[in-house]
């Protein structure tokens, strides 16, 4: 990535604009969406009314008022059902991500501090695991445990925490090898404490990069199940699920699919460049 | 329209000064000439911007100069008023690099051979065939046995010397006018710098190339130039004959680097390090040359 | 020395294979849902569900299941599907040239395009050009296959639609191949209506999944090739007169591919990974789309085939980058 800072101090704004301002501004917007819906949806998420079926957003010909983003196929307002679309979204890329967090790094810090047959049976798992499709494996994994909101939690965390567990396992075995930890280590007991007490708080800015950078993954995966019908129950709207209709509806009504579209784009980009941004913050490594 | 002038030169630098963004100068108006299959030595300390030189000739000055000002004919050509594009074409169709460090020097994912031909098929038009036959034949001119064997290695395959070697037939086989040694000796061991300085004035006296040779060690220029230049901070302190310069060394500095020189034949001499007098007063000789030419800028 | 190296990847590989067709087996059969049950007409009697759990076997314990699935593996056996009546293996096969060919489709794309925008990267490095594609890069990496898939549907389905959104190929079109693979088989026979039917229809599956993976391309290989540009032997080869752009191409590529090659394979399996939700979206008929529709039905020998299919390719695929990487690294080749 280039050096910016050299170039015209403009930039410099810009730069910081948007690897950190814009995505907090949207995340923030999301989250107040998610919080306050009963109070900031102009309709009810779920009453159909199929007088007002397909209507078209507001800046456009035979919109009605009060349905700014236009009515999917059963007359349900697009606008409202984002708004609570974003609760579950938000919901569950927090839960999952930090499910997967906590389990992946566990993991990782075991198999980098102790290292021996634990790291090779560790090591061996992320292979075996990592051999799976994700999509695919997500699919599976919810096709077993059955459909709900507790399925598709533990679906993304069974399926990405190899992504913790990989980099923490590097981290934690530099840092095992430094002269703190040497000094610190003296029976099998006292080793667990080191490894809490010293090495944990090392690993965990990588950690929290990690963990932002799961959000946007875990929203991706719950927005794939639900298209593919396999997320929560069908009643309650996520943006997945209407992406899912507005695909099937897409000639006659794209509205539908466009702006729960946006919104999922959004959120992932904001997760992403987050991620991206503290990952080569912490980073002593790169530049 | 032509840019040359009828010259008996091969290179001409009239007044080279290069700066930094900032104003400090690199080079103060630096003037040589070289005649024909003449070897010029540039010594001077490190820093003292006898590599700049060379760079600037061969236009690949660092990207953080900003200002070049003076002028610099290669054969008469004036390179400092060229497109880019032309300049490139005009330097590498009439000079060549001996670079210092013959590790980095060489690509190491290309095998040996293209990357000596290449230059003579791609930039010079040359045919397969002859850039072929004049690669064999350099590399056996540079006592490298086995040519062909090295054309299908791999430099890491080969030794530091060897591969030296190698960059010294690589910068010889199109028969250049001009050829900037940059301290080729200087990452090699003793031994081997004598044999590559007797190569070097050998290939050069049989293609009648002139060489612009930097180094910073006084031995060297008395077993390989006919003429030296001594720099100092980006001045010329003494530009004369070599035998002269040693035999009656007109300026101070130079006689306390010709001092500095440990010598083998001589008897043990306590070390004679340049004399920190001598160092202050260039220092300021070179202040009051600065303040002068910032007030001619000013105008 | 190099046939011991060998030796051990495919033993590795083997013992992981095995643990993944361990996996999925007892997590499909753990599922709840009975798809004998399903597959049968209401009014079905107790007999005869457990006649057809005889057929399929479900009747026996786990390990016992798992040792005839085994064999009939190691024979080539990969069972019956339970929806589609035909044997997995036939049904597997059928779908995979699809999915390679929109793969390796894919990867082509990806290297073509992250291949350009590093080269230009490089030779504008230092300039705003340089920030801006820099900014780009890592705006589309952010994206998804599957976000990128649905922007396409948008604007090709909707916007301007040229492109189709749907299916592997014009469904007028009459294609009498011996084997699936469209393109190939299109090219040597000289059917440039089936290939040119299928590459539309290819191109924006294929552009979803690149996309990601050439922005990952375009910022590695640029890094690697600015590093390049720093050595001596680039120097000398601008003295030697060759242009920046030459430069570049003859001396830097060669050095900077190596590194890029070798993350490029492991993300090339993440790209297959991909086929199965982009599949889906485009309703591209290929293994990835099967494969929903296979754990939707609960089609337990299906799921198995295609899972196993998957993780095999995946670990061949790794195989073979790291056994192309050391021929390819002159070093390496010769230690």
């Known amino acids: 990535m280039a050096d910016v800072s050299t170039n015209s101090p403009r930039l410099i704004l810009t730069d910081t604009n948007f690897r950190l301002w814009l995505p907090l501004f949207w995340i923030g917007l999301i989250a107040a969406a998610a919080l306050f819906a009963p109070l900031i949806a102009p309709q009810d998420p779920l009453a159909q ?93 919810v096709a077993v445990m059955g459909t709900g909101l507790g399925s598709v939690i533990a679906a993304i965390a069974l399926i990405d925490w190899t992504r913790f567990a990989r980099v923490i396992r590097a981290e934690t075995m530099v840092q095992a090898r430094m002269d703190y930890v040497d000094s610190a280590r003296i029976g099998g007991a006292r080793r667990a404490a080191t490894l809490v007490s010293e090495i944990l708080p090392n690993v965990m800015p990588s950690i929290i990069a990690l963990l932002m950078l799961e959000m946007g993954i875990a929203v991706i995966v719950e927005a794939i199940l639900s298209f593919v019908n396999l997320s929560i129950s069908s009643d309650d709207p996520t943006w997945g699920s209407m ?37 080569q913050h912490f980073d002593p490594v790169l530049k | ?23 400090q100068r690199l080079l103060r108006n630096v003037s040589l000439q070289l005649e024909p299959g003449e070897v010029r030595a540039l010594v001077g300390e490190s820093g003292a911007g006898k590599s700049m030189i060379g760079k600037a000739v061969l236009g690949i000055l660092p990207h953080r100069i900003k200002r070049t000002e003076g002028e610099i004919l290669l054969e008469g050509a004036h390179l400092n008023v060229m497109t880019p594009a032309t300049r490139r074409n005009t330097v590498a169709k009439m000079s060549a690099l001996i ?41 056996d001119r540079v006592h490298i046995r086995a040519p062909d064997r090295v054309m299908h290695s791999y430099p890491h395959e080969l030794s530091g010397g060897m591969r030296q070697r190698i960059l010294i037939a690589a910068a010889f086989a199109p028969s250049p006018r001009l050829i900037v040694a940059d301290e080729p000796t200087t990452a090699l061991d003793v031994t081997v710098q004598k044999q590559i300085l007797r190569l070097i004035r050998e290939l050069q006296r049989e293609t009648g190339t002139a060489v612009l040779f930097v180094t910073h060690d006084m031995g060297v220029v008395a077993k ?3 003429k030296v230049t001594v720099l100092f901070a980006g001045r010329v302190i003494e530009d004369a004959a070599t035998r002269t310069v040693f035999e009656n060394p007109a300026h101070p500095y130079t006689q306390a680097l010709i001092a500095a020189t440990p010598t083998p034949n001589v008897s043990a001499e306590p070390f004679q390090p340049v004399p920190a007098a001598l160092i202050t007063e260039l220092h300021r000789e070179t202040l009051a040359a600065d303040a002068l030419y910032a007030q001619r800028g000013r105008r | 020395m190099l046939l011991k190296t060998v030796f051990v990847r495919l033993l590795t590989t083997v013992i ?71 044997p997995v293996a036939e049904l597997v096969l059928g779908r995979l040239p699809a999915t390679l060919e929109l793969s390796s489709v894919a990867l082509l794309l990806a290297l073509a395009l992250g291949g350009c925008v590093a080269v230009i990267g490089a030779r504008k490095r230092g300039t705003g050009t340089e920030v801006g594609l820099d900014l780009t890069s890592g705006a589309v990496l952010s994206v998804p296959d599957f976000l990128w898939g649905l922007i396409f549907v948008l604007v090709f389905g909707v916007l301007w639609p040229v492109l189709s959104i749907s299916g592997r190929v014009d469904p007028r079109i009459d294609i009498d191949f011996t084997t699936n693979f469209y393109i190939f088989e299109g090219l040597l026979r000289g059917r440039l209506d089936v290939v040119g039917s299928t590459l539309s229809h ?11 993976l050439a922005a990952m391309i375009a910022q590695l290989l640029k890094q690697n090739l600015k590093e390049a540009l720093t050595q001596d032997y680039t120097t000398l080869a601008r003295v030697r007169g060759f242009s920046e752009t030459a430069v570049i191409l003859r001396e830097a590529l060669r050095n900077a591919a190596l590194p890029t090659l070798a993350l490029v394979g492991v993300q090339f399996t993440f790209l297959i990974g991909g086929t199965v939700i982009v599949e889906r979206l485009f309703a591209f008929e290929g293994l990835g789309n099967m494969a929903i529709d296979a754990v939707i039905n609960r089609d337990l020998p299906l799921i198995q085939g295609i899972v196993l299919l998957f993780a095999a390719l995946f670990t061949v695929i790794n195989l073979l980058v790291d056994l192309s990487y050391t021929f390819l690294n002159p070093r390496l080749r010769h230690g």
């Not at chain 1, 959004?266 to 997760?271: D, E, R, W, Y």
């Not at chain 2, 013959?102 to 990357?115: D, W």
């Not at chain 3, 399903?38 to 457990?50: N, Q, S, V, Y």
């Open chain 1, 243 to 279: 992406i899912a209709e507005g695909r099937g509806a897409i000639h006659f009504a794209w509205w539908v699919l466009l702006f729960p579209l946006i919104a999922l784009f959004m959120t992932v980009l904001s997760f992403s460049t987050l991620g991206e941004g503290l990952k």
């Open chain 3, 16 to 86: 992981t294979l095995f643990g993944v067709a361990v996996v999925v087996f007892v997590l499909v059969r753990v599922a709840p849902g009975n798809p004998i049950a399903m597959m049968l007409p209401p009014g079905a009697t107790e007999k005869d569900i457990a006649a057809l759990n005889a057929v399929y076997g479900f009747d026996k314990s786990l390990a016992e299941q798992f040792i005839i699935w085994l064999g009939g593996v190691l024979h080539g056996d990969f069972g019956t599907s339970i929806t589609l009546r035909q």
């Open chain 1, 49 to 141: 009314d199929l007088m007002m079926e397909r209507l078209p957003p507001f800046f456009m010909e035979g919109s009605a008022p009060g349905y700014w983003l236009g009515t999917d196929s059963l007359g349900r307002d697009v606008l409202s059902r984002i708004i609570y679309g974003a609760r579950i979204a938000l919901f569950v890329s927090l839960i999952a991500a930090t499910t997967t967090g906590i389990f992946g790094s566990a993991l990782g810090l075991i198999a980098g501090y102790y290292g021996g047959w634990a790291d090779r049976v560790i090591s061996r798992l992320v292979d075996i695991w990592m051999a799976f499709p994700p999509v695919l494996f997500a699919v599976l994994l």
């Open chain 2, 1 to 23: 329209m032509t840019m040359t002038t009828a010259h008996a030169h091969t290179l001409d630098i009239i007044n080279l000064n290069i700066a930094l963004p900032r104003g």
């Open chain 2, 224 to 226: 390989i130039s006919q």
């Open chain 3, 202 to 212: 290819m191109l924006m599956p294929a552009m979803s999944l690149a996309l990601p």
């Open chain 2, 99 to 139: 670079p210092q460090d013959p590790l980095t020097a060489l690509n190491p994912v290309r095998k040996i051979g293209p990357q000596i031909t290449d230059p003579l098929t791609r930039i010079h038009g040359w045919s397969h065939q002859r850039a072929l036959a004049r690669a064999r034949e350099l590399l």
